[in-house]
C-alpha cells in the first residue's frame, strides 16, 4: 500500500492568510494536533497546536509563523511505512504526502496509519500468537517455519524486533492456529526460548470439556 493510496480526502489544508484561531477550530473540527500549510498547491510545512497556542493574539495570520513550520512529509508513491516511521518518530497526529517539488497530494491521519498495519498484521484473522526470543545470528524462517508446519499450522504473519535492552532478536508468530500450546512444545523442545504466547489452549479446552461432563453427571 503506497502513501497516496490512503490519503484521507476529508483532511483540509491552510493557508498563510488564515489567522491562528482558525487553524485551531480545525485541529479541534477535526480532532487532531497537525495540519499542513499549503501555498500555490506546495506544502509550506506543519503547523502544531502547541506552536499555535503559544501565540498570545490568535489572529494573527499563519505567515508570520512561517519560519517555525516543521518539514516533515512523506512521499506519494512510498510503502506507507515510510509515513508509518514519520508519524511515530515525530509524534504527530497526521503527516503530509508529496509529489515531485514539494506538491501537495494530501494528508494521512496517524489513525489511518494504525488501521493498514493491522491489515497488515493480520489482527482481525483467527489464530494464535507466539513470540520467540534469540540472538540475530541464530535467526532461521526455514527452521522456524518447518517446525511450526510440523503442527499441521502455517506462520501467516511473521515480524522481527531487535530490542535494544536486552540486545537480542524477537520474532513475533501469527500461526493459523488457535491452540498453541503443541508448537510452543515443538519450539520448546528444540530449545527455542519461547518469550510469550497467546491462544486458546488445548489444555483448557480439555479442562472445560472434562468440567461440562462432570456437570452433566451430577445433574443426573
Not at 3 to 32: C, R, T
Not at 153 to 160: G, H, P, S, V
Request: proline share 2%; hydrophobic share 45%; glycine share 4%.
Amino acid at each position: 500500500m503506497l502513501n497516496k493510496e490512503i490519503i484521507s480526502a476529508a483532511i483540509p489544508s491552510l493557508h498563510l492568510n488564515d489567522p491562528v484561531a482558525q487553524a485551531l477550530d480545525l485541529m479541534a473540527d477535526f480532532h487532531v494536533t497537525h495540519l499542513p500549510v499549503v501555498v500555490e498547491d506546495k506544502l509550506a510545512g506543519l503547523v502544531s497546536e502547541d506552536d499555535l497556542l503559544n501565540v498570545e493574539d490568535d489572529s494573527i495570520l499563519l505567515s508570520q509563523l512561517q519560519a517555525g513550520f516543521s518539514h516533515i512529509a512523506a512521499h506519494a508513491d512510498a510503502f506507507f511505512y515510510e509515513a508509518v516511521q514519520l508519524v511515530n518518530e515525530n509524534g504527530l497526529t497526521l503527516i503530509p504526502v508529496i509529489a515531485g517539488e514539494a506538491e501537495y497530494t494530501g494528508s494521512i491521519i496517524a489513525t489511518d496509519l494504525l488501521k493498514q498495519l493491522g491489515r497488515v498484521a493480520g489482527v482481525n484473522e483467527p489464530g494464535g500468537i507466539i513470540v520467540l526470543e534469540m540472538e540475530k545470528v541464530s535467526f532461521a524462517f526455514a527452521e522456524i517455519s518447518k517446525l511450526v508446519e510440523t503442527n499441521d499450522a502455517q506462520i501467516i504473519q511473521l515480524n522481527t524486533f531487535a530490542d535494544a535492552a536486552s540486545g537480542n532478536f524477537l520474532v513475533t508468530l501469527r500461526i493459523n492456529k488457535a491452540e498453541v500450546s503443541d508448537v510452543v512444545a515443538t519450539f520448546q523442545r528444540y530449545e527455542y526460548q519461547v518469550k510469550y504466547y497467546f491462544g486458546e489452549e488445548l489444555y483448557e479446552n480439555e479442562l472445560r470439556s472434562n468440567y461440562d461432563h462432570l456437570m452433566n453427571y451430577l445433574n443426573i
